[in-house]
């Protein structure tokens, strides 16, 4: 099966599937969004009973890899596409999401939200926020780097696993901080760092999966993850690098589809996700930060995370109309590997 047939199968599944449950009694709402999110571990589970509790729907949650492998399955399925929401696209990707005329206006308000630099927008309603950040392993990595250029330009034995631009959101953000530090140099960069990549995971579960299974003592991810090992495991062992050249902020969005079912309870969903219903399954479920209010403070290992003094951010416009070309500019430069 070629390539192209074996996109249309799965697309024709994926339809299959949710078309089905579409089918039954009552209410659904199918919400694309990636895999992670709806882990056991995930806030998925705790969204999906949260809001089932006051929609009197059933909320179906369909998962892609990851964010950027979300919008090109969106692309793909078209007006087809079952999805009612999608969620986890993110602020590199909403304009080329908006220029696929498959998203509808959300009504919500997205002024007066916890975002650095603010966000206001008529399509998406983002529902975390984070930085890119290196995250290393402080029982392997002795000096670890405070510049991009000490990641760069570091001992190649000391090797870290980076996510793919394009299939991953933070593949693409580590794409966008190297060219927002870097600018024309960036190819440059991305050649000399490639001697220590030690491979690249299509998406951020299995990058981090290498990581902690101890295959590397370096992968890209962000400021909050090492808010889990304190929390979850009651381990500082693994560190954020507090990077001085600033960090490339990651905000996280929801939107509806203009093939949504019921309109009216996509809506609904997109204003719970600014409620403590679904705020409070960030910090400890996504491990990201909430941008609104949750029920409770947020614990200490969020307050001390790495907080960058500069925060890097290309205009989502920008992000759109260079993305492929800084995408070739680095599949060029890590052929050189």
């Not at 999906?48 to 793909?76: I, P, S, W, Y």
């Not at 696993?161 to 870097?182: C, F, H, Q």
Request: glycine share 8%.
């Amino acid at each position: 099966m070629s390539a192209h047939h074996m996109k249309i199968a799965i697309a024709a599944l994926a339809f299959g599937a949710a078309g089905s449950a579409h089918a039954q009694d009552g209410k659904v709402l199918t919400v694309y969004t990636y895999e992670s999110f709806n882990t056991e571990w995930g806030p998925g589970p705790l969204v999906k009973d949260a809001f089932e509790a006051q929609c009197g729907c059933t909320v179906k949650f369909v998962g892609a890899e990851d964010g950027v492998a979300l919008l090109n399955r969106l692309k793909l399925e078209g007006r087809t596409s079952p999805a009612d929401i999608v969620l986890g696209l993110d602020n590199n990707l909403i304009h080329e999401a908006k220029e696929t005329g498959l998203f509808a206006a959300s009504g919500v308000s997205t002024e007066n939200l916890a975002i650095p630099g603010g966000f206001d927008d008529d399509i998406f309603v983002p529902f975390d926020y984070g930085y890119f950040d290196i995250v290393y392993d402080s029982e392997s990595i002795e000096t670890p780097p405070t510049t991009l250029d000490d990641l760069v330009n570091g001992p190649s034995d000391e090797k870290i696993v980076i996510e793919d631009p394009r299939t991953s959101t933070p593949g693409l953000g580590m794409l966008l901080w190297m060219k927002a530090v870097y600018g024309d140099e960036a190819a440059a960069k991305w050649e000399t760092l490639s001697k220590r990549i030690l491979t690249v995971a299509p998406g951020w579960s299995e990058a981090y999966g290498l990581f902690t299974s101890g295959e590397a003592p370096m992968v890209l991810s962000y400021t909050t993850s090492p808010a889990y090992h304190q929390i979850a495991e009651e381990t500082d062992r693994y560190k954020a690098a507090d990077i001085e050249d600033g960090l490339y902020v990651q905000i996280e969005v929801a939107g509806m589809t203009e093939m949504a079912e019921d309109p009216a309870l996509a809506k609904s969903f997109l204003e719970f996700v600014l409620t403590p219903g679904f705020q409070d399954a960030i910090p400890t479920h996504n491990w990201m930060m909430p941008v609104a209010q949750t029920s409770d403070p947020l614990p200490a290992a969020f307050q001390n995370a790495v907080m960058p003094d500069k925060t890097l951010q290309f205009a989502p416009d920008v992000v759109a109309e260079n993305r492929q070309a800084w995408i070739d500019e680095w599949l060029n430069a890590m052929s050189a590997r």
